[in-house]
């Protein structure tokens, strides 16, 4: 399995979020909470589709919430991202999420939100 690659620093951006992005925010927390998942990650794709997901960890299968939401995104035809958000106790993003992102789009902000839905800052390099 190839490496993921290091995440940049979350970055505070000091600035609200556009409307359509704190969607995303809101779409990550419905998908966490629903089950109770660590966390949740919503996606928006070139046409203004949404995706949203929830981390998975079974026996068989370990994916993250940002993944999923990529993938989901990708099987649906989309071949751009514009934004992504993850939903998370955790301070960072993981590496694997990331880079699914990254795969889609070269510069589209990733925002990382705390569960409550405070966005603590945004990659978007």
């Given amino acids: 399995m190839p490496e993921s690659p290091a995440v940049p620093a979350v970055r505070s951006t000091g600035s609200e979020l556009s409307a359509e992005d704190g969607k995303l925010v809101i779409l990550a927390r419905g998908a966490r909470g629903r089950v109770g998942a660590v966390e949740g990650a919503a996606v928006r794709d070139q046409d203004g589709r949404t995706y949203a997901a929830a981390s998975v960890s079974l026996p068989s299968l370990t994916i993250t ?4 939401a990529v993938a989901s995104a990708t099987a649906a035809g989309a071949t751009r991202l514009e934004a992504a958000v993850v939903v998370t106790e955790a301070s960072t993003l ?3 999420g ?3 992102v990254r795969d889609l789009a070269a510069d589209a902000p990733v925002h ?3 569960p409550d839905g405070t966005v603590l800052g945004t990659v978007t390099e």
Avoid at 65 to 68: P, T
């Fill in 112 to 114: 990382l939100a705390g």
């Fill in 98 to 100: 990331y880079a699914a």
């Fill in 65 to 68: 919430a940002l993944q999923l």
């Fill in 94 to 96: 993981d590496g694997a």
